[in-house]
């Protein structure tokens, strides 16, 4: 019996009928352009979160955690629905609403994602959850499809307004791999993405700064671009090259230029860094990696002063390259970096944080890893 089948057997008294597992991700590079249109390439971390369900023969829906084992949440399938208040369930109960589901549930969920530093693990709860509807249900959507409805989820019922990303890599990772996805369609292509046989090794930084999305920040970023957008009569900033964008300076504000900017250099460095990785050429996607992490900080304007300190002493450490990830105003930071100098790096990464008087960071390391899948079915 796994942990989770056993957490639900304790909370239940009966045993699941599926159990779904979506992993966090860690963006290599492509920020902020998801919602642009744009081109990402992410990777799946191994932390994931686990869903495990079964049918009820009513109308209720009950929801518990495996970090909060006294809580059980009861709704009933017809007061599910946006505005409906609450905390994280709202994460389950959106894609359950965004599914469509018309069967009672009982749903256990064991997250193993970093909370809150910038690894998706909003993202890995509501693609587990989706995950095991879709199969449990037979629902038979496909994995373009998962992942509009628990972008739904988190937009329209959460109340977030992130992009399409977070949740295509946890619904379409494959272990080894970087997804190229192309945000327009959600067309992907697998990309090796091999540290470990190159002696490179990815060390994921945990600021501990706050990261929320909801803090108004990101929802202006994207204003920002659909102002552009309507006010250079494209359809989106993937339509832009920065020819074009410098000879429509006059049109846009200063910072509606900068926005822009980010958008059409970081599109083009996705496509730089596929090329490198191709060509095993680390060297250049460092040096892509750290251009990202500029255009993040100067034009974009969604870094913060721990995710620059992570970021300046990984590189000072020696790091082939280092930029933040995610949405930015905290979170975490990557740094592509010689595994034999991780020790360095942390020690490196450890005393810039303590003289700048932030608190510790955290680091972790993941392999590309695989996407959502179910773990366990019929018993
Ligand atoms: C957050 C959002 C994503 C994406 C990134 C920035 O993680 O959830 O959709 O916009 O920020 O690249």
């Known amino acids: 019996m796994s942990h989770i089948d056993r957490i639900f057997v304790d909370t239940f008294g009966y045993s699941p009928e599926i159990i779904a597992a979506a992993p966090g991700r860690v963006n290599l590079i492509g920020e902020h352009i998801d919602y642009s249109d744009g081109y990402v390439l992410p990777f799946a971390i191994s932390d994931r979160t686990f869903a495990a369900m079964s049918i009820r023969p009513d109308r209720l829906v009950r929801i518990a955690s495996a970090q909060r084992r006294n809580k059980i949440v009861t709704v009933n399938l017809d007061d599910i629905k946006p505005g409906l208040k609450g905390e994280w369930e709202r994460y389950a109960l959106g894609v359950i609403w965004a599914m469509g589901v018309k069967e ?3 749903v256990m969920i064991d997250g193993h994602v970093p909370l809150g530093a910038g690894l998706s693990s909003s993202a890995a709860l509501e693609c587990s959850v989706a995950t095991a509807l879709n199969h449990l249900l037979s629902l038979g959507f496909d994995l373009q499809t998962l992942a509009r ?24 990772a494959q272990a080894g791999f970087a997804l190229l996805l192309d945000c327009r369609d959600l067309t992907s292509r697998n990309v090796s993405f091999d540290v470990a046989s190159n002696g490179l090794e990815l060390l994921i930084i945990d600021t501990q700064a706050h990261h929320s999305l909801t803090d108004g920040g990101y929802a202006r970023r994207r204003q920002s671009c659909d102002s552009v957008v309507a006010k250079l009569s494209v359809r989106s900033m993937r339509e832009l090259s920065l020819e074009k964008l410098s000879a429509s300076k006059d049109l846009l504000s200063d910072v509606e230029f900068i926005r822009a900017r980010h958008a059409v250099t970081e599109i083009s460095r996705v496509h730089s860094a596929v090329e490198a990785l191709e060509a095993k050429n680390f060297t250049e996607l460092g040096q892509l990696l750290n251009a990202s992490h500029a255009s993040l900080r100067d034009d974009y304007d969604v870094s913060c002063p721990e995710l620059n300190v992570a970021v300046d002493a990984s590189i000072a450490a020696g ?7 995610g949405g930015g105003f905290g979170g975490s930071a990557i740094a592509l970096i010689n595994a034999s100098t991780t020790v360095d790096t942390i020690h490196s990464v450890e005393s810039a944080f303590k003289n700048a008087g932030f608190k510790a960071p955290r680091f972790f390391t993941s392999l590309p890893s695989q996407g959502a899948e179910i773990m366990q079915r019929g018993l």
């Open 104 to 106: 009672g549930l009982d």
């Open 319 to 325: 790091a082939l390259g280092a930029r933040m990830v």
């Open 149 to 172: 409805l628990t972008q739904k989820a988190e937009n329209d019922y959460v109340g977030v307004p992130c992009g399409i990303m977070d949740q295509s890599v946890s619904l379409m």
